[in-house]
């Protein structure tokens, strides 16, 4: 079972009012219905959906209800579920904000949801309607809705930006995809319509992730680091040979025969922590800065040598 299927199932178990199913409801069937000889027909794949659609029609118009099996034709065999209603259709849709009685499209507002409640309502209905998300344990978070109308798309969007969820509309080939990829919004979303199950679930595998990603950001900045000691160490030391080979370590003044001896000593830690030592060896302070001051040195000679 997918992700997405889990949120849905959560969702057709939640505890609603009769406004919160109408709300629901106009979220659906706006985004998924068709008129077929008269019969309203809603079509999903999920049979929890189709239950929640039965009862709530039953339960808010008083009407007859019948639920059609069959199947899709594809590799995965999955079943599919018509919720036909066939008395009341154009008062429902009417009701729903959907159709007006002489047949013309309705386009939703803020007056039909004139609270938050509402809102999240008609997002769940969205949802139900053309709505995915990604399971956190996959590479990308993505959650999305479908519709076939740029208006219904826009309104969609609008009402995710009410409650701070930023989302972007772009155009399919059929229709159109909302859509949010930022996670900590996709989890503000599971949040909003009450997913509660599925939010411990979102947030554990998004720590963990973020956690894992951190500590690999970490070992990769730390391997940089020790690379990076290596090679300035290597440097240095390629350096010191040419003095000692071509001039000899007794012909440089003390301070530089002390940083040589103890780099040749030394030759796999930092400059922090060889000016430690040295400090601590020889009861002398030296800094870090000092240090790199007296390698420039050291690298100054190598080069005269080399030039010669």
Not at 36 to 48: R, Y
Not at 251 to 260: A, F, P
């Amino acid at each position: 079972m997918s992700f997405a299927t889990e949120v849905k199932n959560e969702l057709c178990f939640l505890d609603y009012s009769d406004k919160d199913l109408i709300a629901l409801l106009s979220g659906f069937v706006r985004n998924n219905y068709s008129i077929v000889d008269g019969c309203l027909i809603l079509s999903t794949e999920n049979a929890k959906i189709a239950r929640l659609l039965f009862t709530t029609f039953k339960r808010i118009y008083d009407v007859d209800v019948i639920i059609n099996q069959g199947s899709i034709n594809n590799f995965k065999k999955k079943n599919s579920y018509n919720v036909v209603v066939s008395d009341k259709m154009s008062f429902i849709l009417n009701d729903l904000m959907i159709i007006d009685y002489d047949g013309n499209e309705i386009f939703i507002d803020d007056i039909f949801l004139f609270n938050e409640d509402l809102k999240r309502d008609y997002l769940r209905g969205c949802f139900l309607a053309s709505g995915s998300v990604n399971d956190p344990k996959t590479s990308r978070y993505h959650l999305e809705f479908l519709v076939d109308k740029f208006v219904d798309a826009k309104f969609i969007s609008y009402l995710l930006g009410l409650f701070y969820i930023n989302s972007k509309i772009i155009e399919r080939d059929k229709g159109y995809m909302v859509y949010v990829k930022e996670a900590e919004k996709i989890g503000d979303f599971l949040r909003l319509i009450s997913a509660n199950k599925s939010v411990m679930y979102y947030e554990d595998i998004r720590i963990y992730r973020d956690h894992k990603n951190m500590t690999n950001r970490l070992n990769n900045c730390e391997q940089a680091n020790v690379d990076k000691i290596i090679d300035a160490s290597s440097k240095q030391i390629e350096d010191i040979n040419i003095i000692v080979d071509k001039l000899g370590i007794d012909l440089v003044d003390d301070k530089l025969k002390n940083v040589i001896i103890y780099r040749l000593k030394y030759p796999e830690v930092s400059l922090s922590e060889l000016s430690e030592i040295m400090s601590y060896e020889t009861s002398k302070s030296i800094t870090k800065s000092g240090l790199s001051h007296r390698f420039r040195k050291i690298h100054e000679i190598a080069n005269r040598l080399r030039n010669e």
